[in-house]
């Protein structure tokens, strides 16, 4: 089973900057995507920022500008920097990594979520 490990999230003061990191281990041949979503209590989660094997990188339109996401494939992490937070970014961000387990299937998983709270 594959294990992802989030850490970075906090509490911050508005326009502060958190960078949230999620480490993958277990039995995969290799990652495919990797992304951060985050969800609010009650409300539908939303996808933050996504990028492929190939480093292509995509965000919502909320983030953009403020947030980039990234990967050190050789350490199986994908980190979520975020810079000039504001108070909707409050949230708890999961990370999401779509791996290869055989050359005939892949498996999509979820981190156990980080609390990030944006303080006035």
């Known amino acids: 089973q594959v294990q992802l490990v989030e850490s970075g999230g906090g509490l911050v003061q508005a326009g502060g900057s958190l960078r949230l990191s999620c480490a993958a281990s277990?039995?995969?041949?290799?990652?495919?995507?990797m992304g951060w979503y985050r969800q609010v209590a009650g409300k539908q989660s939303e996808v933050v920022a996504t990028?492929?094997?190939?480093?292509?990188?995509d965000y919502a339109d909320s983030v953009k500008g403020r947030f980039t996401i990234s990967r050190d494939n050789a350490k199986n992490t994908v980190y979520l920097q975020m810079n000039s937070l504001k108070l909707e970014d409050t949230s708890v961000y999961y990370c999401?990594?779509?791996?290869?387990?055989?050359?005939?299937?892949?498996?999509?998983?979820w981190g156990q979520g980080t609390q990030v709270t944006v303080a006035s």
């Open positions: 999401n990594v779509n791996v290869w387990l055989t050359p005939m299937s892949q498996r999509d998983d």
């Open positions: 277990g039995p995969f041949l290799r990652i495919n995507a």
């Open positions: 990028i492929g094997s190939g480093g292509y990188s």
